[in-house]
């Protein structure tokens, strides 16, 4: 049997792949919205999702394209299973990859991830870890392509990040390194992404740069983008963070200052007021709910590639 593709981070599958993913998730959608909503590609087989942390987006899109893709999810909250209770993660893997064709997981943990794909005979997804959150970046990226020039434009583009550099600004770092892309990005100080990540991507991509002030980072932008000040698992941060994120709110004033045309970006949930105004949000400019949409059409796109056809 030959070794699994995973997607854990964006460097588990190469450019090609992942343009073929995108172009595929076009597709999906175009014939989704034309009616043709199920496909044989998992009938009659399952993929089993654990989650460790909240979500709505992330199940509902992985639950649906499963469902559309004629499969059947199984929803765990992974403290009712024995993940927690401390069965050896190559156990669980082995087992797993008797019962279902793929595992998607939102989990704290990355290495927990990395370690149930190394002993995995199954893909394993990441549907967001504190490191990474792939599956929404692609979701970005087709959001991208259908604003500015389709996939061979992404890499023409030059995106521009605000506020915390935690999963979601670790993801676009490597995103930026794969596709070629500027990225230009301000946090406040302290709050920078991690260090090897962002290194690493420097290191490849030249134009992937950091800048003290938000406004000199939005300068030029086709894409602006951003998250809320506390992620998941940070909220306890959250009184201080309000203090040290001030001056990093996209409002009317930084999104002036980028191309004209430029597109807004917010994974979501946002806190409107805080990191984002409801200006933006509600703007032309937005394309917060193509983006969340989105989630469900590239995941679709990557189950079917990832998860062999029979
Ligand atoms: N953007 C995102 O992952 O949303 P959820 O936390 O609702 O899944």
Request: with cysteine; glycine share 8%.
């Amino acid at each position: 049997m030959p070794e699994p593709k995973h997607f854990i981070t964006f460097r588990d599958l190469s450019l090609g792949e992942l343009k073929a993913v995108l172009g595929r998730a076009a597709v999906l959608k175009d014939e989704r919205a034309r009616g043709a909503y199920r496909r044989d590609h998992l009938a009659g087989r399952s993929v089993v999702m654990f989650f460790s942390k909240n979500s709505t987006r992330t199940r509902v899109s992985f639950e649906c394209a499963i469902s559309e893709l004629g499969g059947r999810a199984i929803v765990i909250n992974m403290g009712d299973s024995q993940w927690t209770r401390g069965e050896p993660l190559s156990h669980t893997a082995r087992v797993l990859s008797r019962y279902v064709s793929a595992v998607v997981i939102r989990h704290t943990k990355e290495a927990e991830l990395a370690e149930l794909a190394r002993c995995s005979r199954i893909p394993v997804i990441n549907a967001l870890t504190d490191e990474r959150h792939p599956c929404q970046v692609l979701g970005d990226l087709l959001t991208v392509a259908e604003r500015l020039g389709g996939v061979e434009g992404i890499r023409e583009q030059t995106v521009c990040w605000i506020g915390d550099g935690a999963n979601m600004l670790n993801t676009w770092l490597e995103a930026a390194a794969v596709f070629g892309f500027a990225l230009r990005f301000s946090c406040p100080p302290g709050y920078l992404p991690d260090g090897g990540i962002m290194s690493r991507a420097q290191a490849e991509n030249p134009a992937v740069r950091h800048f003290g002030s938000p406004a000199e980072a939005a300068r030029g932008a086709t894409v602006v983008t951003t998250d809320v000040f506390a992620s998941m698992g940070f909220e306890n941060e959250r009184e201080r963070r309000l203090r040290d994120f001030r001056g990093y709110q996209v409002n009317a004033a930084l999104m002036a200052g980028a191309a004209p045309g430029a597109v807004f970006l917010h994974c979501l949930p946002a806190h409107p007021g805080e990191e984002v105004t409801d200006e933006v949000i509600e703007s032309p400019a937005s394309a917060v709910w193509d983006e969340a949409e989105n989630r469900l059409h590239v995941q679709k796109a990557l189950l079917e590639y990832l998860v062999p056809a029979l």
